[in-house]
């Protein structure tokens, strides 16, 4: 397990360094932060580990990440401008469009995974990463899904001023429903 170390602020939350996330050469690593901040079985890391391959391979994608002081992973970040040929837009277009939101999907910037060591957590770390990464995108808004349910995760997002555009999305892989969340860019700060 990494270690806690103390917080030094919001441009350098609990001590660490943010900063450009080869995620392509570093995805073993991000994945085990992924596997235990989110609860991912050795079997959910092996597909999510193609997936992430793939999708750092689409145009505009990048990364971010949390690095400690000896260079370690505590936590990453990724998206990219969405594009409604993508797996999940076709999944969630439905519940946007029945909301009365599909245009979401359009001109938006998409936070495919944002996720912090346990050990991380709680002192400002995600929030550094989510608004870093949108600061540099060219859309004028963000979206991203959720599990559906009050959580630490969906209060900072709704800190961030993402606000919920559709709920109960059930993607064909996943036990939990998902909330789609969308929110202008640049991000809501403190």
Do not use: K
């Given at each position: 397990?990494?270690?806690?170390?103390?917080?030094?602020?919001?441009?350098?939350?609990?001590?660490?360094?943010?900063?450009?996330?080869?995620?392509?050469?570093?995805?073993?690593?991000?994945?085990?932060?992924?596997?235990?901040?989110?609860?991912?079985?050795?079997?959910?890391?092996?597909?999510?580990?193609?997936?992430?391959?793939?999708?750092?391979?689409?145009?505009?994608?990048?990364?971010?990440?949390?690095?400690?002081?000896?260079?370690?992973?505590?936590?990453?970040?990724?998206?990219?401008?969405?594009?409604?040929?993508?797996?999940?837009?076709?999944?969630?277009?439905?519940?946007?469009?029945?909301?009365?939101?599909?245009?979401?999907?359009?001109?938006?910037?998409?936070?495919?995974?944002?996720?912090?060591?346990?050990?991380?957590?709680?002192?400002?770390?995600?929030?550094?990463?989510?608004?870093?990464?949108?600061?540099?995108?060219?859309?004028?808004?963000?979206?991203?899904?959720?599990?559906?349910?009050?959580?630490?995760?969906?209060g900072l997002y709704r800190a961030l001023g993402y606000t919920d555009l559709a709920r109960q999305v059930h993607f064909p892989s996943a036990s939990l429903p998902y909330a789609v969340m969308g929110a202008p860019l640049p991000l809501r700060r403190p």
């Open positions: 397990m990494l270690p806690t170390p103390e917080g030094d602020g919001p441009d350098r939350p609990a001590g660490l360094r943010i900063g450009p996330l080869d995620l392509a050469d570093r995805v073993d690593e991000a994945l085990r932060v992924q596997a235990v901040a989110f609860g991912l079985s050795a079997e959910e890391v092996g597909i999510r580990r193609y997936i992430v391959q793939r999708h750092m391979a689409c145009r505009g994608a990048r990364a971010l990440g949390a690095f400690t002081e000896d260079g370690a992973l505590a936590g990453f970040v990724y998206g990219m401008p969405n594009d409604r040929a993508y797996w999940w837009s076709s999944v969630v277009e439905p519940y946007l469009r029945a909301e009365g939101q599909s245009g979401w999907l359009d001109g938006s910037f998409v936070i495919t995974e944002l996720h912090v060591h346990p050990g991380f957590q709680g002192r400002g770390v995600g929030r550094a990463l989510i608004t870093r990464l949108t600061d540099a995108a060219a859309e004028p808004r963000s979206i991203l899904s959720a599990i559906d349910t009050e959580s630490p995760a969906r």
